[in-house]
């Protein structure tokens, strides 16, 4: 029987994600042999690519825990990530590790698609379709950041929910928890304080997220 669809949740804040990628390339304003028109395409591309990457990031909780009998009737994507909002918890341990670790596992599966694209781009594209390049690389880039970037074990991320599981086969679940929080806690001051070394607006993005994935 096929699921049904969660809905999926989209705020005009988003919108701050095209004008981070127009700034990056501002390098390229007024450049003679770059078009304003190939500029906004790659925008685009890229804003797209990041908000379907997330999707499907949250998707692969969503079919993870579909395994369980948990349904997930809303996504939420936010500049700093998305949410699957499942309706219930992992029925234990071990199916909250999967459910929390099926997420990055989509990251590696656009990985296995995008690297032979990446490696053979010359062939494929042209050494002049310098655009398409860009994307791929883009997208190779975003995903093995965000693979590693949600193995983070810092509560409320994928690898903080792991650690929360895995503490929880060997104290009670609740002070498993008070732990991963605090941890969380922690890894999201080391995410801010990486942001102020960042240069210009990536280091803001940055403390962004950290400000975002603080537990509360």
Same mark, same amino acid.
């Given at each position: 029987r096929r699921k049904p669809d969660p809905e999926v949740r989209w705020f005009w804040r988003n919108l701050l994600i095209p004008l981070i990628i127009l700034f990056s390339f501002r390098d390229l304003f007024g450049h003679p042999l770059v078009p304003w028109t190939s500029i906004l395409?790659?925008?685009? *591309?890229?804003?797209?690519?990041?908000?379907?990457i997330t999707y499907t990031h949250e998707m692969g909780h969503i079919a993870a825990g579909w395994r369980y009998g948990i349904h997930t009737p809303l996504i939420t994507l936010s500049p700093v990530g998305g949410l699957a909002h499942l309706s219930a918890p992992a029925p234990d341990e071990n199916a909250d590790i999967v459910v929390s670790l099926a997420g990055p596992a989509t990251?590696?599966?656009?990985?296995?698609v995008v690297t032979p694209v990446w490696w053979f781009q010359d062939a494929i594209f042209g050494v002049e379709a310098w655009e *398409?390049?860009?994307?791929?690389?883009f997208l190779f880039q975003m995903n093995a950041a965000l693979a590693l970037f949600n193995l983070l074990p810092f509560y409320p991320m994928d690898g903080g929910r792991v650690l929360?599981?895995?503490?929880?086969?060997?104290?009670?679940?609740?002070?498993a928890l008070v732990v991963a929080a605090k941890t969380g806690m922690v890894g999201a001051v080391l995410i801010g304080v990486a942001g102020v070394f960042l240069r210009e607006l990536w280091g803001g993005v940055m403390i962004a997220i950290g400000r975002g994935r603080s537990p509360r």
């Open positions: 395409a790659l925008v685009a *591309a890229f804003s797209l690519g990041l908000w379907f990251h590696l599966v656009w990985l296995a *398409a390049r860009a994307v791929v690389e929360s599981a895995l503490l929880s086969k060997k104290m009670h679940p609740n002070r």
